[in-house]
């Protein structure tokens, strides 16, 4: 007999699919990046990173071949004939094939216009929206990385690995167990060796035996109980913990103004999440202001602030005096880290331009780590004009038009050159 | 091998039942397959080396994407296949195989970490001694199929898409592999043998085959003038090819004029692998029916003989009776003729014709009827393929068992007509259709090369010959646009009835 053998394969290579996978997610990359779309505007700031189901109309996967059609002659062949005869007529099922299409297979790779649904992993869904903003790899990467876990000790357990085992927690346990348990015999062993020492005294050796035979069977099942019992042991108890950085507190600065339409707040939005996603990466805690403003401001929830949508004039200022009073009530610069973002279309009262830039300069710049800007219209108005004077005095200050997703990155580029080497 | 004319004695006899515990060990299912294997062998299979392997149940959704085959060149195809299997298991929609096995030598069998021990038992019963028999035994494989070089043949085929890619790009070659894809059912030589060849063979060949095809190719499409001199043969008349086609991806291999090199050896791939599957396309039934009938034959041998507790024989037969339950028709889990259930009960009713065949049987089978029941069922299992089988072998009381009846569709008509029913004057006839009914003729439309214009446009022209006047369906429009994307010119297909007359034209301008 040749040789026969049993292999386990179990460790060998689980995600051979992997591959196939990702061609399959290359071949629909348009149908999934539009999902993504509509996930990242459906979504919270805080949302994003998770993964997402994407439909795909089943057509579009479908590879042809060649095949019968209805029509023609067919014979075929059922089992589990009720009172049928030769020659009787059965009216023909609805909708072609129906009962007669006994060709054996029922395909789920059918034509049904059922969409294909599947899950794409938080993994995939950062990498389209990654790509959509055209980060460079190695912020790609950065912000892809998990954040640094800390072990820390967390009390004990009563399981655990060998090398965890905490002695003397272990051997108190088992000394209370062993008087717990021993208690009740022990009395009576007492009361009883006192009997004897009695009847000893007294010479009545025809009770005493019995009782030394008692005492005997005592003594052994003190003796029986274990000095040690898997239930004693002990172990140190560790948990992760992210890495604890500090407190970092986010505003984002939006005009809700007539003239900003739902393409640029979705332009905006994407500016705020890359901005939140970069600072999750430095700090534990990370708090978000909202503040819209039109010709005055008010800070609002997240759901409001995007979708909400006012009309008028726009007086930017508004804003920066509302960042400015919440910043001095609520977030003393000494303990949060501050960074702001503002998006706008560029159009402000013109008056109120120069006030804008002598705000941010003289009150909030010293405030902030960073302050970053975003135009999300192609004209440069006064606004532009002054914010241009700040980036030659203010190292982390930055500014940048964006009319596509992928020219937000750049605004941030300093701000990731700076703290990803920190951070490396 | 010489057949056994009955099953050899036991050997030994079990002292006291193997251990059925829920949770396998590797030793105990060492223990179960040499008992398996020892009654195996009183029976006379005769089997590839086995090798079992214990997978766990994504390693099991890997091998189902790619169609059950341990290793394969990479397409989108598959990753569908992966996630649609991924989702419908995650979500408890349906339970994975218990076992996949591959027609190779040594014969892989794989076992699915899940499974218990009795379940084990009947996976190493089914796919480790039916499967493989079948594989070695019957006739359609051991002509088509290679076994000892089909997975060096995959890894060499993995390798080449790879550098493929690699060289012209993922998308180059994932849309020229969509467009084979399309024609692998029509990439199988139906009547001509391959030959054998080992992968040092074929990787030397690649290379020589590329270089002499180009030329050949060329040949056809020579442009140079002819010499005065040389006798003219009436070009008009002559077709291209001389006779019809029924190798699409042959043909297109060969003599498509503007494919590259690396684009044909593609081509040969996927037709490779369709002609691989070509055999188990052909005897689902066979191939299932042997393999179900097997393990019910040796897990109850090894009961008789003490080997199996009660529990795990309980186990398995609930399995086993799940596996061959036949819906009937109207029923919402019907979806046509379980060829598990087909099967199995038809080599049960083989083995009973021999045994105790009654007067029906002794004038539908005289051959059969009192002859051993192993070497018949032997001849069966080697010599037939799923049509040829039915045809043969099913019997009148089977017929009435499944109460099989026949009907007939027929477009003109405004009712259906149930044209045989499970009856004296019925069998011949329904078991006829059920015949047809696995042809693969029937099941695939008929396509074959019918001409190429040599002359002129260089346009390639299909036809399809219905099959009892049966249309092509829709998607026929889609697959032509993939054949013009393979032949680099214009392609045509005509659908012609029973005489002979075109009744539908389709159309594909080159790319």
Redesign the interface.
């Known amino acids: 007999m040749s040789l026969q053998s049993i292999i386990d394969r179990r460790l060998a290579g689980k995600n051979k699919s992997i591959g196939n996978r990702e061609r399959f997610l290359r071949r629909h990359k348009a149908q999934i990046r539009e999902a993504v779309k509509r996930a990242i505007d459906g979504r919270g700031i805080r949302d994003i990173e998770r993964g997402e189901e994407i439909h795909i109309p089943k057509r579009d996967l479908s590879e042809p071949v060649f095949g019968h059609g209805s029509g023609g002659v067919r014979d075929v062949v059922h089992p589990g004939n009720k009172d049928f005869i030769r020659g009787d007529r059965i009216e023909r099922p609805k909708g072609g094939g129906g009962g007669g299409s006994g060709k054996g297979q029922a395909s789920d790779s059918g034509e049904g216009e059922d969409d294909f649904v599947f899950a794409l992993s938080k993994e995939e869904f950062m990498e389209v929206f990654f790509e959509d903003l055209a980060l460079p790899n190695l912020v790609r990467t950065q912000l892809a990385e998990v954040p640094e876990w800390k072990s820390q000790r967390a009390g004990f357990t009563s399981d655990g690995t060998p090398n965890n085992l905490h002695v003397v927690r272990s051997m108190r346990g088992a000394i209370g167990r062993r008087i717990a348990i021993g208690a009740g015999t022990r009395r009576a062993l007492r009361d009883m060796q006192e009997r004897l020492a009695e009847l000893e005294r007294d010479g009545d050796e025809v009770q005493a035996r019995p009782l030394r035979l008692e005492i005997a069977a005592l003594r052994a099942r003190l003796a029986r109980i274990p000095y040690l019992d898997p239930i004693d042991l002990r172990f140190r108890n560790r948990v992760k913990v992210p890495v604890p950085t500090s407190k970092a507190v986010m505003f984002c600065l939006m005009d809700v103004s007539g003239s900003m339409d739902e393409a640029r707040k979705e332009l905006s939005k994407r500016f705020f999440i890359l901005l939140y996603l970069f600072l999750t990466r430095h700090y534990d805690k990370i708090e978000l202001v909202f503040i819209r403003h039109h010709t005055q401001a008010a800070e609002v929830d997240e759901e409001n602030f995007f979708h909400a949508r006012e009309t008028g004039g726009t007086v930017v200022s508004s804003a920066l005096v509302l960042m400015e009073e919440v910043i001095r009530a609520r977030y003393n610069p000494s303990e949060w880290n501050i960074y702001g973002a503002q998006a706008s279309d560029g159009d402000n009262w013109h008056h109120d331009s120069g006030r804008c830039r002598e705000l941010l300069n003289d009150r909030l710049l010293p405030l902030v780590r960073y302050f970053a800007y975003v135009q999300v219209a192609e004209e440069e108005q006064n606004l532009w004009e002054e914010y241009t004077q700040l980036t030659e005095s203010n190292r982390h200050f930055a500014m940048r038009k964006a009319v596509e997703a992928s020219e937000i990155y750049p605004v941030f580029r300093d701000l990731f050159k700076k703290e990803g080497a920190q951070a490396a | 091998m010489t057949d056994l004319l009955a099953p050899l004695p036991p050997t030994t006899h079990a002292t006291e039942p193997l251990p059925g515990p829920s949770d396998w060990s ?1 030793e105990l ?2 223990r179960y ?1 040499q008992v398996i ?1 020892a009654t195996a062998e009183r029976f006379g299979l005769d089997t590839y ?8 149940a ?2 099991m ?2 091998a189902y ?2 169609v059950g085959m341990p290793v394969n060149y ?11 299997t991924e ?1 419908n298991y995650k979500r408890g929609h349906m339970g994975l195989a218990y076992e996949i096995v591959i027609n190779s030598n ?1 014969c892989i069998s ?2 699915m ?1 899940e499974n218990t021990m009795a379940m084990q038992a009947l996976v190493i019963a089914h796919a480790a001694y039916g499967h493989n028999s079948f594989f070695k035994g019957n006739y359609l494989f051991r002509m088509w199929t290679d076994a000892a070089s089909i997975i060096d043949y995959l890894v060499y085929a993995k390798n080449y898409v790879a550098a493929c890619e690699e060289k012209h790009g ?1 998308d180059a070659v ?1 849309l020229f592999l ?1 467009s084979c ?6 990439g199988v030589d139906r009547y001509r043998r391959p030959t054998r060849k080992s992968l040092a063979q074929e990787l030397a060949e690649q290379r020589d085959r590329e270089a002499y095809a180009q030329t050949q190719v060329n040949d056809l499409w020579r442009t140079l003038p002819r010499r005065a001199d040389a006798p003219d043969e009436a070009p008009e008349n002559k077709r291209f090819p001389e006779e019809p086609q029924e190798n699409l991806l042959y043909f297109i291999e060969k003599n498509a004029p503007l494919l590259e090199p690396w684009q044909r050896e593609l081509v040969r791939i996927v037709r490779k692998v369709a002609q691989y599957f070509y055999p188990q396309r052909q005897t ?1 039934v066979m191939n299932e029916g042997w393999a179900t009938f097997w393990h019910h034959k040796l897990l109850n041998t090894m009961y008789d003989d003490g080997y199996l507790t009660d529990g795990v024989m309980i186990e398995w037969l609930k399995s086993h009776t799940n596996v061959i339950y ?6 919402k889990a ?4 379980n ?1 598990y259930a087909l099967g199995f009960a038809m080599y049960t009713d083989i083995k009973r014709i021999c045994e105790q065949p009654t007067d029906e049987d002794r004038a539908w089978f005289p051959e059969v009827a009192g002859a051993p029941w192993l070497p018949t069922l032997h001849h069966a299992m080697r010599n037939f393929k799923d049509e040829s089988f039915v045809g043969q072998y099913l019997s009148p009381k089977l017929m009435r068992e ?10 003109r008509q ?10 004296e ?2 069998y011949r006839q ?1 078991r006829e ?2 015949s ?2 696995y042809d693969l003729g029937s ?3 008929n ?1 074959q090369v019918w001409n190429v214009n040599l002359r002129g446009d260089r346009s390639l022209t299909l036809r ?1 010959f ?11 429009q ?2 032509l646009k ?1 054949v013009a994307r393979l032949w680099g010119f214009g392609v045509h297909l005509e659908s012609t009835n029973a005489a002979g007359d075109v009744t539908k034209r389709w159309t594909v301008a080159g790319p």
Do not use: C
Not at chain 2, 414 to 423: Q, R, Y
């Open positions: 590797f299912v060492e397959h294997r080396p086995n090798q079992l392997e214990v997978i766990t994504e390693q959704m890997d994407a790619s990479r397409h989108w195809s598959y990753g569908k296949e992966f996630i649609a989702k040594p794989y076992l970490e993922l994932e969509d894809h399309a024609l692998s059912n029509h689902q036949q819906p009937p028709v109207g029923h019907y979806s046509g003729i060829p499944f109460r099989l009846f026949a009907i007939t569709d027929d477009e405004t009712e259906l007509e149930v044209s045989a029913i499970h009856d004057s019925g329904v259709t059920l047809h009914q099941r695939e439309p396509i399809h219905q099959h009892k006047d049966r249309p092509l369906h829709e998607g026929a889609e697959v993939h």
